[in-house]
């Protein structure tokens, strides 16, 4: 068995090192062949740095170095001297210095690997998530785990430091329906019996409330069988907290200390709190979305009334069936006729059934596929909604049902800003949307559902509206267009929570079944309270700028759902089906 220790890390070297004897291991990153010299970059977790094999210094470590290989596992004992001022590396946190090598041990080879690791960001992903461990390897990636670590040590440290305490909840536990689609675990034991994994931790944390507990919180494991995206995985982490006897703005100012304090420690960034507060409809109406991007304007407005007595076909037909028209004035921007043009095709793929584009030229007349149809005055009408417009702006214009159209708008602002290069970099803009709706209306099961889940609590005074007036006590925290979770006031009192089941439709039946254990909580002594759950893969991705939350999950799944690495999911055989008192009906299709 070969022996080996390490003094420091290859990163880590300095000028306190120098002419002292080191142990270095690591992996070889590359290797360079001078002719009497062999130069070999060795990385571990801190870094990288040069190692010197010289056959004057030491011929058998210089004779073993010759066998080197990319990814081989090598530990070497050596002196560390100053690079020639013409030989230092200023890219390197290490390239003033390398390892002048007395010893060297190979304690593992390495084949050659099925991608390159420096070229890896070019690889198809399927092949980097099959050798995860190889992706992992590259600097970047560890960089980001080690960004992970170092927030989830300061979630940790603050939320400790406030008197909350971290407790682990169930994994596998109860189906119940809040909404996405739970995974399902057969029960051995019970056989025709299924366990759920959570979607969140949703009830225990309220249960804890009832437990005494005031301040509870976890970096917490969720499961959701849902439809992947790049900010979606079947699995994911979230930090949950709950508080005891709290208001919302008690809930609100804790994050806003929470991410004040990452963004400076972690980041050097200063925050201005508080954070800006919208409400959900006012968000909407500005900018098409309840998660709205503040790092530009771009914003929507409502220009129904210029067109009240229209002559264009289209835009009637839409305003006699009560419909608007919002537009989207884009400033400071020259686009030719075949560039506009190109932006209708554009706003089509994002759900516009046609997008009317209209472009302020000097003298404030109006350049437009349906300019004959506007008034000479029709600038100075745009002014009237936009007072800033001056000639050279451009007018995108979308027409339809309110709330689908300000969809469209706010798709297309988004696509806008990113294609036009309007974004501006190193910018955090956190937003709280606030005054939700407390339940939205599913046309095809003719109900109600809730917005957030059936335990927020409604805002006062929701018992003499009807359902689509009412309000909910709920907040979502939004980053850079991004939502990274959310929350609310709780429903405490069983009276409240069967009126609220009541309204989404739920049996007397159902409710005992699903939720008897909470009503029985909240008839024994149920505190008020309220918490918050946030994405932290979500966070990671925004802050690492990072394209999907796969980037800084040490191993995700792929959109599909498959896990290249592991081959999950897989088949089990029947005796494991038998056991579980379960039959395959429908197979799964073979191809992944």
């Known amino acids: 068995m070969q022996y080996y220790e390490r003094t420091t890390g290859c990163g880590l070297i300095n000028e306190k090192y120098l002419n002292k004897e080191v142990k270095l291991a690591g992996w070889v990153q590359r290797r360079r062949d001078h002719g009497g010299l062999i130069f070999i970059d060795l990385r571990d977790r801190s870094g990288v740095v040069q190692l010197v094999f010289n056959p004057d210094f030491s011929p058998e470590a210089h004779r073993l170095a010759h066998s080197l290989r990319s990814e081989y596992v090598i530990s070497i004992k050596g002196t560390v001297i100053e690079r020639t001022q013409e030989t230092t590396n200023p890219e390197m946190p290490t390239g003033h210095w390398e390892i002048q090598v007395l010893s060297l041990d190979i304690l593992n080879k390495a084949k050659s690997l099925p991608f390159s690791l420096e070229e890896a960001d070019q690889v198809d992903e399927e092949l980097r998530l099959k050798y995860r461990y190889l992706d992992l390897r590259r600097p970047s990636m560890q960089k980001k785990l080690s960004l992970r670590n170092d927030i989830n040590f300061l979630i940790r440290e603050f939320l400790q430091q406030r008197g909350f305490y971290d407790i682990e909840t169930p994994i596998l536990t109860k189906n119940t329906p809040e909404g996405a689609r739970e995974f399902l675990v057969p029960s051995r034991m019970e056989s025709g019996y299924f366990y759920a994994l959570p979607q969140s931790p949703q009830l225990y944390k309220q249960l804890l409330m009832a437990s005494g507990v005031e ?173 800033k417009a001056i000639p050279g702006d451009i007018l995108f214009l979308v027409a339809g049902q309110y709330e689908s159209a300000w969809e469209i708008l706010g798709r297309l602002r988004v696509q806008i800003a990113q294609e036009l290069q309007m974004i501006p970099e190193g910018i955090y803009n956190f937003c709280w949307i606030i005054d939700f709706p407390l339940l939205q209306y599913d046309k095809d099961s003719d109900k109600w559902d809730a917005v957030h889940h059936p335990f927020t609590a409604p805002q006062e005074g929701w018992e003499d509206l009807q359902p689509d007036q009412m309000k909910a006590r709920a907040y979502d925290i939004v980053l850079n267009g991004v939502e990274l979770g959310g929350g609310s006031m709780r429903i405490y009192k069983p009276e409240m929570q069967k009126k609220i089941f009541d309204l989404l439709g739920l049996t007397e039946q159902q409710v005992q079944e699903k939720f008897g254990f909470l009503l029985e909580a909240q008839e024994l002594g149920f505190p008020p309270h309220g918490g918050i759950a946030l994405g932290l893969d979500r966070l990671l991705m925004l802050l690492t700028n990072s394209k999907s939350i796969r980037d800084v999950i040490a191993f995700p799944k792929m959109a599909s759902g498959h896990d290249p690495l592991m081959d999950a999911p897989s088949k089990v055989d029947d005796k494991q089906l038998k056991e579980y008192g379960l039959k395959i009906i429908t197979k799964k299709p073979e191809s992944k």
Not at 240 to 263: A, G, R, Y
């Open 215 to 387: 301040r509870y919180f976890q970096i917490a494991r969720c499961f959701r069988d849902e439809d992947l995206r790049a900010d979606r995985q079947p699995e994911f982490t979230q930090l949950d907290l709950e508080m005891s006897f709290i208001q919302e703005k008690d809930v609100q100012s804790l994050i806003e200390e929470l991410f004040t304090l990452i963004m400076k420690k972690i980041f050097n960034i200063s925050l201005n709190t508080p954070f800006k507060r919208l409400s959900y409809n006012e968000a909407f109406s500005i900018y098409g979305s309840d998660k709205p991007d503040l790092r530009y304007s771009l914003t929507i407005s409502n220009f129904t009334p210029l067109f009240e007595n229209t002559e264009l076909k289209f835009l009637r037909s839409v305003l006699d069936k009560g419909g608007k028209v919002g537009g989207v004035l884009l400033q400071g921007k020259q686009l030719s006729r075949s560039e506009l043009e190109r932006w209708v095709e554009k706003a089509q793929k994002v759900g516009a059934k046609g997008l009317l584009w209209m472009k302020i030229e000097e003298g404030g007349k109006i350049e437009s596929p349906v300019q004959k149809f506007l008034s000479e005055d029709f600038y100075e009408q745009i002014k009237t909604i936009c007072p």
